[in-house]
């Protein structure tokens, strides 16, 4: 079944398989009871590109 949904992503996984997959976790907009934990799925990502103040990893005790 094909049927478009919106979602907000959270989390990015910070490695690329060899397929170039990325795992991201996506919290959708209205809940769908049709979809399963750990359901794959094919997905376009839109991004803003706002540049926000940012801090190394390092820095953060």
Request: glycine fraction near 4%.
């Amino acid at each position: 079944m094909s049927r478009e949904r919106t979602a907000h992503v959270y989390l990015i996984s910070r490695t690329i398989s060899p397929g170039c997959i990325v795992r991201v976790r996506p919290h959708l907009n209205r809940e769908d009871e049709l979809l399963l934990p750990g359901t794959f799925a094919r997905a376009v990502i839109e991004t803003n590109r706002v540049a926000v103040p940012t801090l190394p990893e390092k820095a953060v005790v």
